[in-house]
């Protein structure tokens, strides 16, 4: 059974331009994404095809100046747009979000000169983009990585792997962390590796529970070369810069499970409308009713959760807390209301014939990326009452 059109969510923006902004996400998530979601899901069917139109529409460089390329949006309207991008099909909301984050060192940190030679590709070029932080040996732990880069003259080599990174083996540019130095975070430094460097290869895609039409691989770099000029910021600071592209990142993952969510939402109201049992609406029995209840009113909570935190950004405060809150919040609602849609559902929830059975599965990555829920648990606790004692 096709996906239902999720419901248009009223949304406060700050500007026309952002309301016509949000007016063409959704014509192209119903026409263009929805449409063919379950179907290529299914087959594990990754569609560069969309996004390279997303990328024509200015979709993938919304939250970057227009002087590097991008749309000069502020980032509580680009997180919408992940919204409602997640809602049509997870794929291309994180897909869009892994996106940005692999943009976040160069525009943040890069030199003007590298900026200009890269940012405009980059943000509206056709490209996409890999983040590639997380190890084989060192995730949550990610000061730990291994992955070295040794310089060489000119130039830098490195050698090692990466390991869970989305677009893996697709991917135009690969955002890179690497170990220039010694032990810890201060011997890390980023560098921008385009995607066809000789020496990078790809493992064969992860066999995913949920999230099939995006590729999830390891990244080989045996004794791939790059200038110097593609070292982003200082030697040594890349730990830094990794950090401050994963605050901003843990809100787009909020945004689309906020999507991900509203999208069972949607569905199981539809479905709790049309359905008959005892001769009449299952929508009218008050255990149900309730159980709807709650779960929009934990899409709500997230969407504004995930918006307070986009403002504090939006106007250069300090959000690191309240996007681990975010993260933390809207993915474990976005579990419970999936898993709750399939519960409406009952017997068909459970069949492939109903998108909910997906969301589910879908949902139980977002707990998981850019930061366990665990994680985002230890940051907030060091927010209240400071680091753990060693």
Not at 175 to 189: L, S
Not at 225 to 230: G, I, L, M
Request: charged share 25%; hydrophobic share 40%; aromatic share 6%.
């Amino acid at each position: 059974m096709p996906d239902r059109a999720p419901q248009t969510v009223e949304r406060r923006l700050p500007t026309e331009e952002a309301r016509e902004l949000l007016t063409l996400v959704r014509d192209i998530a119903d026409r263009e994404i929805a449409p063919r979601a379950a179907e290529e899901e299914a087959a594990g069917r990754f569609p560069r095809e969309l996004f390279s139109l997303l990328s024509t529409s200015g979709l993938l460089g919304l939250p970057y100046a227009s002087e590097d390329g991008g749309g000069d949006q502020p980032y509580a309207v680009y997180l919408q747009v992940l919204e409602e991008l997640a809602a049509a099909r997870l794929t291309v909301g994180l897909g869009v979000s892994v996106h940005t984050l692999s943009c976040h060192a160069l525009a943040g940190f890069g030199g003007k000169e590298q900026r200009a030679a890269h940012l405009p590709a980059m943000l509206g070029g056709g490209l996409l983009g890999a983040y590639c932080l997380s190890e084989p040996a060192s995730g949550s732990d990610a000061a730990s990585l291994r992955t070295k880069a040794v310089r060489d003259g000119g130039d830098w080599v490195l050698t090692g792997t990466k390991a869970w990174i989305t677009h893996g083996g697709i991917a135009d540019f690969c955002t890179v962390m690497a170990r220039t130095g010694g032990e810890g975070p201060k011997g890390i430094t980023a560098f921008l590796v385009p995607g066809d460097a000789e020496g990078l290869s790809a493992a064969a895609p992860e066999r995913k529970m949920g999230m099939k039409g995006s590729p999830t691989a390891q990244l080989h770099f045996d004794g791939v070369r790059v200038s110097d000029a593609r070292r982003i910021g200082e030697e040594g600071q890349g730990f830094a810069i990794a950090l401050a592209a994963l605050d901003s990142g843990r809100l787009g993952i909020a945004a689309c499970a906020v999507g991900l969510a509203q999208a069972a939402l949607d569905e199981a109201v539809a479905y709790a409308r049309e359905r008959r049992q005892f001769g009449r609406p299952i929508a009218d029995f008050q255990g149900l009713r309730f159980l709807l209840a709650d779960m929009a009113t934990r899409v709500e909570a997230g969407r504004a959760l995930y918006l307070e935190a986009a403002r504090l950004r939006d106007e250069g405060r300090p959000f690191g807390r309240q996007a681990a809150m975010a993260k933390l919040f809207c993915t474990d609602a976005a579990m419970e209301v999936t898993t709750d849609a399939v519960q409406v559902l009952g017997g068909y929830g459970y069949t492939a014939d109903f998108p909910v059975e997906r969301y589910m599965r879908e949902a139980k990555m977002l707990q998981i990326v850019e930061g366990t829920n665990q994680i985002q648990r230890m940051v907030i606790a060091r927010h209240l009452v400071g680091p753990e004692s060693r």
